[in-house]
């Protein structure tokens, strides 16, 4: 029944997947790993550009294509939700994370009862050349659209984290999350520092979405298994750790497949779900963490 | 109630007595089956608001994992029912000691951790449970299981009553165990939790000890109030069993009615669960959960103290025009004398 070569293969998907996995967390990795937002509602964003995709995508656009596309607007959009955190909760102080939390919440549902008024419960997808075609690695057989997530995934990761480490506004983000009020003493404006990094988050959650989309169907409840997928991969990776995001999103990735090959379809939503409650409660600064 | 308690009890448990008898009356004299079909669900809702709100509202930890207790009450039941076809009182009893259990458990594991991670946790528990049960033959996995109602016992003209009067005592229950919890020494440890947990910490408050009791209490009246779901559609499925919409409202229901006494959550359940079920005949689709989740970002946004926190400030705003306008009198005379 159970096999080497099972095995490999499995293993090789999940590495795909997990590279996939990581493109949709590293937005998240930003936002709430490094500007400390309880953005519940990530997974529901990504969920969104997936939509915008297929909309544009009904145009005839690529769905890569349509994710850039989509990729300014969801900046624009970050930032004003920020900026409206920010204002809202943010500055009057108090208890903010428990009304932060439930406001993300909150949007997280109404954009997915959103999308269900718009487009139903349906099932979604968008064509382009590469979906539908695979490629054969021997005994393997390896669909191009995984290749395709897959290597953007590997982009979006490695252009995130030059940004971050090499430009000054990248490192300006990272020393917000390190010593706000130093910051502040410098003479610099952590807000409108904050609001350009959600901003980011937001956006890369877009091209996420198109990835999404590209990998396999989508309907408005995804978001939710993907809440348990994202923050299992920035709570493993430790918070703000953008390589330790990639590793984290591997691990989950090919645990994943494993239990999808030993143990069929049904127990996936679990395994993330599960690995988060098993790091939360035996190692909660993850494993690259602060 | 003990003696010692501030304020006076009386009112309270005269209103609850007023309330249950109101139900019972109901029971019989109310002729539309319709009525006890829809009053069930606004009942249940109460019970949930209540129970989130004593670990939510008084310790501030959000819970975003109703679903999970509510699920497993009803699985409970399902259980039971199928093996030893106990009856409904004995399902509602074992229901809420695993939901206690599951609480205390689920509490173990998270409440080291402060604010999102505890709610990403309880979101974990709900998907975990879900997933579990779908796969679990015995009570049916995802394609739910259909439940036998037994014979309707005697004053009782159908199940629906019946089951509408057991939610009317299980909302009178959680809310007067909320309002103990809320006037005793606990409530008062919870408090100073949410408002600083190392200074509670430190002045030695058993902050552990506490949240643990809060999630054991609130879990509880979670699964209590999900093990007569079984009955009450005699058919369960886990989608709609650990359906989110249960962690939605019963996180919107208390924030919308106010989150720091009793009443928030029973005027919070009572206003959306109406409104839900009026929308929910008016209009078809999934407006009525939209309904919730705006009006949720709505309050959070605009009235973080809630419907009780609007009317207080406008009790206050009464009171001071009043006492200005008192004021002002001899103060214009005062402003006419002088040149």
């Known amino acids: 029944m159970f096999s080497f070569d099972l095995l490999v293969d499995a293993i090789l998907f999940g590495l795909l997947l997990g590279c996939f996995y990581t493109a949709v967390s590293i937005g998240l990795s930003v936002s709430f790993g490094l500007l400390d937002v309880p953005h519940i509602a990530h997974p529901a964003f990504v969920v969104l550009g997936s939509y915008g995709t297929y909309l544009l995508g009904s145009y005839g656009l690529d769905p890569i294509i349509a994710g850039v596309v989509l990729m300014p607007v969801f900046f624009l959009f970050g930032m004003l939700v920020y900026r409206f955190y920010y204002e809202t909760f943010e500055k009057r102080g108090g208890d903010a994370g428990v009304r932060g939390l439930a406001f993300f919440f909150g949007i997280a549902f109404i954009v997915e009862v959103g999308l269900i008024l718009a487009f139903g419960v349906d099932q979604r997808m968008v064509e382009a050349s590469y979906i539908g075609k695979s490629v054969s690695l021997g005994e393997t057989r390896i669909p191009v659209r995984m290749l ?20 000054f506004t990248g490192r300006a983000i990272k020393a917000v999350a390190q010593d706000e ?41 995804l978001g939710r298994v993907y809440i348990g997928r994202a923050f299992c991969v920035v709570v493993l990776a430790g918070l703000g750790s953008m390589s330790g995001t990639l590793v984290a999103g591997l691990v989950l990735g090919v645990s994943e497949s494993i239990v999808l090959t ?25 494993l690259f963490g602060r | 109630m003990t003696a010692s308690q501030p304020r006076s009890s009386a009112p309270f448990w005269i209103g609850a007595a007023i309330t249950l ?91 080291r951790l402060r604010g999102i991670f505890f709610s990403i946790a309880t979101i974990a528990v709900a998907i975990i449970l879900e ?37 009317a005592i299980l909302a009178v229950l959680a809310v007067a165990v909320a309002r103990y919890i809320e006037t005793s020494w606990m409530g008062r440890g919870l408090r100073a939790i949410r408002d600083n947990e190392e200074a509670a910490e430190c002045t030695g408050v058993p902050t552990l000890k506490l949240k ?67 929308v929910t005949v008016t209009i078809p689709g999934s407006i009525n959960v939209l309904v919730v989740g705006v009006l949720l970002v709505v309050f959070v946004v605009g009235a973080p103290e809630g419907i009780i926190g609007l009317a207080r400030k406008l009790r206050r705003r009464i009171e001071a025009r009043r006492l200005e306008a008192r004021r002002l009198k001899p103060a214009s005379k005062s402003s006419a004398d002088s040149p």
């Open chain 1, 148 to 167: 395709v997530s897959f290597g953007m995934a590997l982009l979006l990761t490695l252009l995130l984290t030059l940004y971050l480490s090499k430009t």
């Open chain 1, 181 to 221: 009020p130093a910051l502040r003493l410098m003479g610099a404006n952590p807000v409108r520092i904050k609001q350009w990094a959600f901003g980011i988050a937001t956006a890369v959650a877009a091209l996420a979405g198109s990835l999404l989309i590209i990998v396999g169907p989508v309907d408005p409840g």
């Open chain 1, 262 to 286: 030993l143990f069929g379809a049904s127990w996936a939503p679990a395994v993330s779900f599960g690995i988060l409650l098993l790091v939360l409660g035996v190692r909660p600064q993850g």
């Open chain 2, 21 to 111: 008898g109101l139900a019972l009356a109901a029971a019989f004299m109310v002729k539309n089956e319709y009525f006890f079909f829809a009053g069930y669900v606004v009942l249940q809702f109460v019970v949930l608001a209540t129970a989130w709100n004593i670990l939510g509202g008084y310790a501030g930890y959000v819970n975003f994992g109703t679903s999970a207790f509510f699920g497993v009450g009803a699985y409970i039941a399902v259980m039971l029912i199928k093996s030893l076809n106990a009856p409904l009182a004995v399902q509602i009893v074992a229901a809420s000691a695993v939901g206690a259990a599951l609480g205390v458990g689920v509490g173990l594991l998270t409440l």
């Open chain 2, 131 to 167: 997933t579990v049960v779908n796969n679990w033959r015995f009570v049916g996995g995802s394609t739910g299981v259909q439940i036998m109602r037994p014979p309707v016992m005697e004053p009782f003209e159908s199940y629906t009553r019946m089951i509408f009067v057991v939610a």
């Open chain 2, 212 to 278: 643990l009791a809060a999630c054991a209490v609130s879990g509880a009246l979670m699964s209590a109030i999900g093990a007569p779901l079984a009955m009450y559609q005699s058919f369960v499925e886990p989608a709609s069993a650990f359906s989110l919409n249960y962690s939605v409202s019963a996180l919107a229901m208390p924030i919308i009615g106010g989150t720091s006494t009793w009443l928030g959550p029973v005027i919070g359940a009572l206003l959306l669960g109406t409104i839900q079920q009026v």
